[in-house]
């Protein structure tokens, strides 16, 4: 069974960069697909941040690109995610996704992560 | 890129059908058959419940079925269940710029 499992601090303060990896179990990154990074906001809708290839070829909202890296570490079955510059808008539950098709079909899901942006 | 338009809520009785709209433009919805649509329930992460429009996962009860005319995406769900209450999302490929858009999201209430 694929697992996903996101992980990292929980508070951040403004200005500063967010960072979030997501451990993979169940299944070998290296192999295939697509792998994302969805936010919600409190209380809001969902957020396509970005999606990484398992080749390394990386995809960005455009809306966010200048401040995001996402990388993948095939040796520890993991990716990450940095959000540089953060503020208090950019506090959301933090979902990481196994994308089966490219195009935004998301089939196994990490059980999300909250990171509060203040000082 | 905006968010594609759902509407805030709808809600039915047992066993009556709902639509949820999902509305786009041509460089999302209406230019690509890749909408898929996310079951939610509160503090949980989201489920794919269609993709490619229409298409079920394996699981997923053949209750809810997906469609799209033009620059919309619907969901049905028939035959409603308590356990139908939740949040659901669209989401449109958007082309290789925009690449991903989410909907605005629609809460279902089970009367």
């Known amino acids: 069974q694929v697992q996903l499992q996101e992980s990292g601090p929980g508070l951040v303060k403004p200005s500063e960069t967010l960072s979030l990896t997501c451990a993979v179990s169940?299944?070998?990154?290296?192999?295939?697909?697509?792998w994302g990074w969805i936010r919600q906001p409190p209380g809001k809708g969902l957020e396509w941040i970005g999606s990484?290839?398992?080749?390394?070829?990386?995809y960005y909202n455009p809306s966010l690109k200048s401040r995001v890296t996402i990388s993948v570490d095939t040796s520890k079955n993991q990716f990450s995610l940095k959000l540089s510059s953060v503020t208090a808008a950019d506090t959301a539950v933090y979902y990481c996704?196994?994308?089966?098709?490219?195009?935004?079909?998301?089939?196994?899901w990490g059980q999300g992560t909250l990171v509060t942006v203040s000082s | 890129q905006s968010a594609l338009t759902q509407p805030r809520s709808v809600s039915g009785s047992p066993g009556q059908s709902v639509t949820i709209s999902c509305t786009g433009t041509?460089?999302?919805?209406?230019?690509?058959?890749?909408v898929s649509w996310y079951q939610q329930h509160p503090g949980k992460a989201p489920k794919l419940m269609i993709y490619?429009?229409?298409k079920r996962p394996s699981g997923v009860p053949d209750r809810f079925s997906g469609s799209k005319s033009g620059n919309t995406a619907s969901l049905t769900i028939s035959g409603l269940q308590a356990e139908d209450e939740a949040d659901y999302y669209c989401?449109?490929?958007?082309?290789?710029?925009?690449?991903?858009?989410f909907g605005t999201g629609t809460k279902v209430t089970v009367l």
């Open positions: 169940g299944y070998s990154i290296s192999s295939g697909y697509y």
């Open positions: 490619d429009v229409s």
């Open positions: 989401c449109s490929y958007a082309g290789s710029y925009t690449f991903e858009v």
């Open positions: 990484i290839y398992h080749s390394g070829s990386t």
């Open positions: 041509s460089s999302d919805v209406g230019g690509y058959n890749y």
């Open positions: 996704a196994r994308d089966f098709s490219g195009w935004g079909f998301y089939n196994y």
